[in-house]
């Protein structure tokens, strides 16, 4: 069986191209980290050119990197049951959907600052440095790209949800069924 990885690639737009692959079954602070370690060894590595110290010369976070979803491919299709992959669905909506409710979360602390950047009044001096601080624009990135990501999947998880709704029910019906007729004997 093929050990889990992740690749994930950077918001540097300098490093375009880039792909970093870790072991990992999901995306949490600690594959990103071993991700950042990785590429703090390419940039050191003097044999590895594909990244230099100068690479990342505004510095380089875990907030940076964006997980890459592997491609599709039609064998998993065809080796899976429906239902397996339909409970699969639903787990990543549920990754996804927590990720969105985080970014959400963080997002909304930012919106009195968001409403007085329309306003014609002057900004406050705390104002003009939480609007040019690097975490201001990240947040609102990591939000969007949280809600898009969720939004693209969604048509896919409902679909899923087609195929998990009526086993669920039926299976529940077969437990209600045979708990009467316990209870009768």
Same mark, same amino acid.
């Given at each position: !069986?093929?050990?889990?990885?992740? *690749?994930?690639?950077?918001?540097?737009?300098?490093?375009?191209?880039?792909? &970093?692959? %870790?072991?990992?079954?999901?995306? #949490?602070?600690?594959?990103?980290? @071993?991700? &950042?370690?990785?590429? $703090? *060894?390419? !940039?050191?590595?003097?044999?590895?050119?594909s =990244? #230099?110290?100068?690479?990342?010369?505004?510095? =380089?976070s875990? +907030?940076?990197?964006? %997980?890459?979803?592997?491609? %599709?491919?039609?064998?998993?299709?065809?080796? +899976?049951?429906?239902?397996?992959?339909?409970?699969?669905? &639903?787990? #990543?909506? /549920?990754?996804?959907?927590?990720?969105?409710?985080?970014a959400? $979360?963080?997002?909304?602390?930012?919106?009195?600052? &968001? +409403?007085?950047?329309?306003?014609?009044a002057p900004?406050?001096?705390?104002? !003009?440095?939480?609007?040019?601080? @690097?975490?201001?624009?990240?947040t609102?990135? @990591?939000?969007?790209?949280?809600?898009?990501?969720?939004? @693209?999947?969604?048509?896919?998880?409902?679909? /899923?949800?087609? %195929?998990?709704?009526?086993?669920?029910?039926?299976?529940?019906?077969?437990?209600?069924?045979?708990?009467?007729?316990? $209870?009768?004997?």
């Amino acid at each position: !069986m093929a050990k889990a990885t992740l *690749r994930y690639t950077t918001r540097h737009l300098n490093e375009l191209g880039l792909f &970093i692959e %870790v072991p990992g079954r999901a995306d #949490n602070d600690r594959t990103r980290q @071993k991700a &950042i370690e990785e590429i $703090q *060894r390419r !940039m050191d590595d003097p044999d590895d050119n594909s =990244l #230099n110290p100068d690479s990342f010369a505004d510095g =380089l976070s875990i +907030e940076d990197l964006i %997980v890459v979803e592997p491609p %599709v491919t039609d064998n998993t299709d065809e080796d +899976e049951p429906e239902i397996i992959q339909a409970v699969k669905a &639903i787990a #990543n909506l /549920a990754s996804l959907r927590v990720g969105l409710e985080e970014a959400h $979360q963080q997002a909304l602390e930012l919106r009195p600052l &968001i +409403e007085a950047l329309f306003s014609p009044a002057p900004l406050t001096p705390a104002q !003009m440095q939480q609007a040019t601080d @690097k975490n201001f624009a990240k947040t609102l990135i @990591k939000f969007a790209e949280a809600r898009a990501a969720r939004d @693209k999947f969604l048509p896919l998880a409902e679909t /899923a949800w087609q %195929v998990l709704e009526p086993a669920l029910e039926s299976i529940a019906a077969n437990s209600e069924d045979g708990k009467s007729s316990l $209870q009768k004997s």
